[in-house]
């Protein structure tokens, strides 16, 4: 989607309007769903889990919420901006007049490749749950991982121009987006080798998800290390933009996402159909997978160092890239095979007839193995370990004999606890939404009011615009009313407040965490608004009453231009 | 009533600084300069937009006695937004005054 390829000259049509309104739009999706989740498990936790009982999966969905709260807001104004050039003609990255087309790069990246984490860290936590399950041991350097997890976090967000280093930035800025992402590894590699310390310290089971675990382990490390290949930037601006960077992304990809992945579809899935995945079916599918995955991707690095360029599929017979090619297409195959037959157990699995009854079969510590009907436990307990179900026998018992919090209903509806931040101590009783339809009206105007954007059908989406504000008030005026109990028996004759204000309530958290998004727009709208300034300051005009008149060659101009590419060397195509 | 008051001091804010623009020939079609600046304007106008709707919200709840002593917390919440709104605006109005400057 680099512009000017995207521009309304050389893409005319709707074909990249839809592209940048669905982007703009799940981006939206993806934000509140991160809300939900900072909120929740920093303020709903069950009573006794401390910060440091707190589940690995739940601290990796932290880290990628507040990831996407961060990098998020940088794709949605990158395609807006996109957008408003080629509806409107306002001329963000259009260099005849005057834009700049790295600017697109620079807003894209910053979310493109912390979104690399963002996709990974929720896999690294599922292999942190998962592995500990099948070796049958606590996880070896818990607070280590959380430490790797936090790092590999606020690394990513320094390293997002190493996608950039043949644009011709200046040498510094090469050399310390280098430098960052060979130190992004480290986080990497404390996690693996906490990993295979787990492995080795337990007694480890071969069943499906333990194999894909340990397949998407030895796949990861192999993209790791071709990814610190890529960090050099002699060998970069060799292997830009070939065959070899696809290789390497789906090393890393298939492994940090897609493998865990599967580890975690086979672990979890008899929690929610009540039916293991067939164990059988599920070695062919990942010695198919693995097999595939490596006949398709392995040649790959050949394919792109032997030059093919990537995004390219067609090439001369004489050009030696054919053998290659033709391994990978075998490999795409065999894996195509692999997902087919996992499609064919999950419609097994999921048919609506037959026996449901399988529990724990992973013998899983987590308190999601508790029993649980259609809505959620009896009652809620109180954690005492990282591994309640190891080290509570009786837990789930007592859990179901409503000895813990809330085994009644004191107000009629939907409810939970809400407790502290770091201590996770009942502080009140919240109530949860009751069942409405004006939140799926809502969803619906919205999807139209974005979708008649891509056709720009602009009256009819901005009615669905209006619809969906009125739709969401409606919404909030049904679940804004003022409480008449100010205390309730929470269980065991404790009496907890049934409303809180201030930072208390969720309802604060929620909202400064949605002006946080606002206020990253804003501030990489000014990111934008500078870029462009310190690139062709010989067009801008001074302001209705100016402040100041600085030079902009100087200071923050100098270096903006410089990673617009003002003063770095030519890239060798271009001499 | 002051939360009504704020939102609309913001739209006020928000309207001179569009037509202080306006006034002085800058077209968001003819330069970057222009997109860039109209770009925020537009941001800042949604936020003050969703402050007017939060304003309008809080005077119904008035008008409908929702409002008790000891439960603030919707109003919080607004005035959270409006007050962000307020430092957004703030920003978007100094940032191309100083960049490139009089």
Same mark, same amino acid.
């Given at each position: 989607?680099? %512009?000017?390829?995207?521009?309304?000259?050389?893409?005319? @049509?709707?074909?990249?309007?839809?592209?940048?309104?669905?982007?703009?739009? $799940?981006?939206?999706?993806?934000? &509140?769903?991160?809300?939900e989740i900072i909120v929740g498990v920093l303020r709903t936790r069950a009573p006794g889990m401390t910060l440091d009982k707190l589940p690995i999966f739940a601290w990796a969905m932290l880290i990628f919420a507040a990831m996407i709260i961060i990098a998020f807001p940088s794709v949605i104004l990158a395609t807006l901006l996109l957008e408003l050039e080629r509806a409107l003609g306002w001329p963000f990255f259009d260099s005849v007049k005057g834009g700049d087309p790295l600017l697109w790069q620079h807003l894209f990246w910053f979310f493109g490749h912390p979104e690399v984490y963002i996709i990974f860290l929720p896999a690294a936590g599922a292999m942190s749950t998962i592995i500990p399950a099948i070796a049958r041991t606590p996880l070896v350097g818990y607070r280590l991982v959380v430490l790797a997890m936090l790092a590999t976090g606020f690394i990513s967000f320094g390293v997002w121009a190493h996608h950039m280093f043949t644009v011709g930035m200046p040498t510094m800025s090469v050399n310390v987006f280098?430098? &960052?992402?060979?130190?992004?590894?480290?986080?990497?590699?404390?996690q693996v080798f906490a990993w295979i310390a787990t492995l080795a310290a337990g007694r480890m089971r071969f069943n499906t998800p333990g194999l894909f675990a340990v397949g998407g382990l030895v796949i990861f490390v192999a993209g790791g290390l071709s990814g610190v290949m890529?960090?050099?930037?002699?060998?970069?601006?060799?292997?830009?933009?070939?065959y070899f960077i696809v290789a390497h992304l789906h090393y890393v990809l298939i492994g940090g996402m897609v493998f865990p992945l599967f580890a975690a579809i086979y672990y979890w899935t008899p929690l929610v159909s009540r039916r293991p995945l067939s164990e059988r079916l599920g070695r062919w599918i990942f010695w198919l997978m693995f097999a595939g995955m490596h006949l398709t991707f392995l040649p790959m690095h050949l394919t792109g160092l032997m030059g093919m360029p990537r995004r390219v599929y067609t090439y001369l017979p004489d050009w030696g890239w054919q053998t290659t090619n033709q391994m990978s297409t075998a490999g795409a195959f065999l894996f195509g095979l692999a997902v087919l037959l996992w499609i064919l157990d999950m419609a097994r699995n999921f048919r609506p007839f037959g026996?449901?009854?399988a529990g724990n079969v992973y013998d899983g510590p987590g308190l999601e193995w508790l029993p649980n009907d259609l809505y959620s436990v009896r009652s809620i307990p109180v954690v005492k370990s990282l591994y309640p179900?190891?080290?509570? %026998?009786d837990l789930a018992r007592d859990v179901d004999a409503g000895r813990y919090f809330l085994p009644d209903?004191?107000?009629?509806?939907?409810?939970? $606890?809400?407790?502290?931040?770091?201590n996770a101590e009942p502080q009140f009783l919240l109530r949860m939404p009751k069942p409405s339809g004006w939140h799926v009206w809502a969803a619906i105007f919205t999807a139209g009011f974005f979708l008649l954007l891509t056709i720009q059908a602009y009256a009819a989406s901005a009615l669905c615009g209006v619809l969906a504000v009125y739709t969401l008030v409606q919404w909030c005026w049904l679940l804004d009313k003022p409480m008449d109990q100010p205390a309730v028996d929470i269980g065991g004759g404790i009496m907890a407040p049934s409303y809180a204000s201030g930072t208390g309530s969720h309802g604060w958290w929620a909202m400064v965490i949605t002006l946080i998004v606002g206020g990253m727009v804003a501030l990489l709208m000014g990111f934008s608004y500078v870029f462009l300034w310190s690139s062709r300051p010989d067009l801008w005009v001074p302001p209705p009453g100016g402040l100041a008149s600085p030079d902009p060659r100087a200071a923050g101009g100098r270096r903006?231009?410089?990673? @617009?590419?003002?003063?770095?060397?030519?890239?060798?195509?271009?001499? | 009533m002051m939360l009504a008051a704020a939102a609309t001091l913001l739209g006020v804010a928000w309207a001179l600084d569009l037509q202080g623009w306006a006034d002085m020939g800058l077209r968001p079609s003819q330069s970057p300069q222009g997109a860039t600046v109209a770009a925020l304007l537009s941001w800042q106008g949604l936020f003050v937009l969703v402050s007017a709707i939060m304003g309008l919200y809080a005077l119904a709840r008035l008008a409908r006695g929702y409002v008790r002593a000891g439960q603030p917390a919707t109003f919080e919440v607004i005035g959270l937004f409006i007050a962000y709104g307020a430092a957004q605006g703030a920003f978007a109005a100094a940032l191309p005054r100083l960049f490139p400057g009089s």
């Open positions: 989607m680099y %512009p000017p390829l995207t521009g309304a000259t050389y893409s005319p @049509g709707i074909n990249a309007d839809f592209w940048l309104l669905g982007i703009g739009f $799940i981006e939206i999706s993806a934000i &509140a769903g991160a809300i280098s430098a &960052a992402s060979m130190a992004v590894s480290v986080p990497a590699g404390v890529v960090a050099m930037v002699p060998f970069d601006w060799q292997a830009h933009d070939t026996e449901r009854n179900l190891w080290d509570q %026998p209903n004191p107000t009629g509806g939907r409810e939970t $606890i809400v407790t502290s931040t770091m903006l231009a410089g990673l @617009g590419g003002r003063q770095g060397p030519r890239p060798r195509w271009a001499a | -």
